[in-house]
């Protein structure tokens, strides 16, 4: 039934504008890779999860006006210590926002709604952009919405 779910949640991501992400992969790292934790995971909640980590990010070839500036080398393990290398390749079908310190930046700032935008000149496109704690909420809300009708 949660692969049934996980691939609903990754087809309506894709006709909401989000990339058909792997589930698993992206919301893993928030169980600290404990797979049998993630599966005792109630699946209205894993549907929020998982679609709240592919809201995240997406990719840019300009700054958005007003983002916040920083180094994709400045991005942190959240079960570790290592730092992404400068020449970090983005890849957003693997990229989670639970496995590196992506929250820490959010929360520097009172507001929800600002978006930090990290340099990364090794991929396709030299910046990875997270969106603001809002729009990751409402685009998450949306789907999940979607899917419980």
């Known amino acids: 039934m949660k692969k049934i779910v ?14 058909a992400q792997n589930c698993e992969t992206l919301v893993l790292p928030y169980f ?3 797979s049998v934790r993630m599966a005792a995971y109630p699946e209205a909640k894993m549907i929020y999860r998982c679609a709240y980590a592919q809201a995240a990010f997406y990719e840019s070839d300009t700054v958005p006006t007003g983002a916040i500036m920083h180094n994709i080398s400045e991005v942190r393990e959240m079960y570790g210590t290592a730092t992404l290398p400068q020449d970090f390749v983005v890849d957003l079908n693997t990229l989670s926002y639970y496995a590196y310190n992506f929250k820490e930046f959010q929360l520097q700032f009172m507001e929800c709604d600002k978006i930090i935008c990290f340099s990364t000149p090794s991929s396709t496109h030299p910046y990875l952009v997270m969106r603001s704690i809002v729009e990751m909420g409402q685009r998450a809300d949306a ?5 419980q009708n």
């Open 6 to 19: 996980i691939a609903a949640v990754m087809l309506l991501a894709g006709a909401s504008g989000l990339r």
């Open 32 to 34: 600290g890779y404990d």
């Open 143 to 147: 789907v999940y919405m979607r899917l």
